[in-house]
T-cell receptor, first 116, second 115 residues
């Protein structure tokens, strides 16, 4: 069965420090992978996605993620965190494009706090 | 352009009552999804509509939950005889095939509290 694991429930980093949020997935075929961000009281916003090709993908707000098939991972990184990055981050996996199911399977999220 | 909108933003109801939650997807998006976000549970898929195809209801937790999508646009999620465990944020998302079904755009959600 498809699943997504985000091992860290809560992470605190200092403003200006680098960030890495971990995501591991379980999926039988080539996955489509996503990172979403949710600010308090808001819906989810797509940060970046991986479908195929270059395993290092760039997203909005200076985020990037690297797909590592051998490790079944899709970790999110940012070189320098800003206070406005404080939010909850969700990793998700989807079945093949055009498949019978369009839904995403989400991890339980990692809450990011940023210290001044 | 306008994003996905949901109403109401908050709903408080008594146990045993029925509730209806509404979602207006982005104009032209053929796919519409409902998810439930519970504290500590992350996001759970509930139901998926794609064009005129039969909806994928595989995520609905019980027969008290149902959803419809009228005219390929607006969707209503109905919960009958609400229970306290139904308290959650219900999120709607939409997408279009030309951008990839999984590039989903989410609404702000409806926070449901069952007392």
């Amino acid at each position: 069965a498809q699943s997504v694991t985000q091992p860290d429930i809560h992470i605190t980093v200092s403003e200006g420090a680098s960030l890495e949020l971990r995501c591991n997935y379980s999926y039988g075929a080539t996955p489509y992978l996503f990172w979403y961000v949710q600010s308090p009281g808001q819906g989810l916003q797509l940060l970046l996605k991986y479908f195929s090709g270059d395993t290092l993908v760039q997203g909005i707000k200076g985020f990037e993620a690297e797909f590592k098939r051998s490790q079944s991972s899709f970790n999110l990184r940012k070189p320098s965190v800003h206070w406005s990055d404080a939010a909850e981050y969700f990793c998700a996996v989807g079945a093949a494009y055009g498949g019978s199911q369009g839904n995403l399977i989400f991890g339980k999220g990692t809450k990011l706090s940023v210290k001044p | 352009g306008a994003g996905v909108s949901q109403s109401p933003s908050n709903k408080v109801t008594e146990k045993g009552k029925d509730v209806e939650l509404r979602c207006d997807p982005i104009s032209g998006h053929t796919a519409l999804y409902w998810y439930r976000q519970s504290l500590g549970q992350g996001l759970e898929f509930l139901i998926y509509f794609q064009g005129n195809s039969a909806p994928d209801k595989s995520g609905l937790p019980s027969d008290r939950f149902s959803a419809e999508r009228t005219g390929g646009s607006v969707s209503t999620l109905t919960i009958q005889r609400t229970q306290q465990e139904d308290s959650a944020v219900y999120l709607c998302a939409s997408s279009s095939r030309d951008r990839g079904l999984y590039e989903q755009y989410f609404g702000p959600g409806t926070r449901l509290t069952v007392t």
